[in-house]
Structures are given as C-alpha cells and as structure tokens.
C-alpha cells in the first residue's frame, strides 16, 4: 500500500494551471516537512517545493518563485502544490515527499524518507 497516494496531474497548455495533491494514506509516520519535486526527462530529480509541517515556512526553486504555491492541510495530512502560469519546462513527473526526521536542507533530495509513486505533468505548445 502507498504511504503517499498523489493525484492532480495531467495535460495542459501553456499558461494554463493544474492543482496537485499528496494525501498521506496511513499516518503511522511523523511529518516534519513535505516535499515536491520533479523529473524530467533525461535528467535529474530536481527540488520544485517544500513546506514546514508545524509551522508555515514554504520553500520553492527559483524556477517556480510566482507561479506556484505549496501549501496544506493538516488535518487531512495532504500537501498541494498549485501551478500556475505553465511552461513546456514543466514537464515531468511529479513526486511528493515526506521528510520524517528534521534533517532540513528541504530543497535536497536525501533528508526525505518516503516518496510518491509520482503523477505526470504535460504542458503543451
């Protein structure tokens, strides 16, 4: 069973907007910090967005300061991630994480312990 079930992904031009969800299945885990990041083809797993569980501090790569917006609910253990105003580089494969220990360094990919199956973005021309 995934710990981490993601949904929201799909395809959409230029400019348009997708909304995307990570929804911890089975809170056994504690949460420090969750996590998106994103896989292109052809390269690496790279940082898109974080935020801090117990407070409110968000973190997001340069590539995506003003388009996108993490954010999330605790109550429902679900992080989102809005992305607004896509480019064709933003496609790839979508992956939420948990970091489960305070390892901080939120924009690397070693601190996270479990990870989504990941979801596909596409933006067309």
């Known amino acids: 069973q995934e710990l981490l079930v993601e949904s929201g992904g799909g395809l959409v031009q230029a400019g348009g907007s997708l909304r995307l969800s990570c929804a911890a299945s089975?809170?056994?885990?504690?949460?420090?910090?969750m996590g998106w990041f994103r896989r292109a083809p052809g390269k690496e797993r790279e940082f898109v967005a974080a935020?801090?569980?117990?407070?409110?501090?968000?973190y997001y790569a340069d590539s995506v300061k003003g388009r996108f917006t993490v954010s999330k609910d605790n109550a429902k253990n679900t992080v989102y991630l809005q992305m607004n105003s896509l480019k064709p580089e933003d496609t790839a494969v979508y992956y939420c994480a948990v970091q489960t220990y305070d390892r901080r360094n939120y924009d690397r990919v070693w601190p996270y312990d479990i990870w989504g199956q990941g979801t596909q973005v596409t933006v067309s021309l």
């Open positions: 935020v801090i569980w117990s407070g409110s501090n968000t």
């Open positions: 089975e809170r056994t885990f504690s949460i420090i910090a």
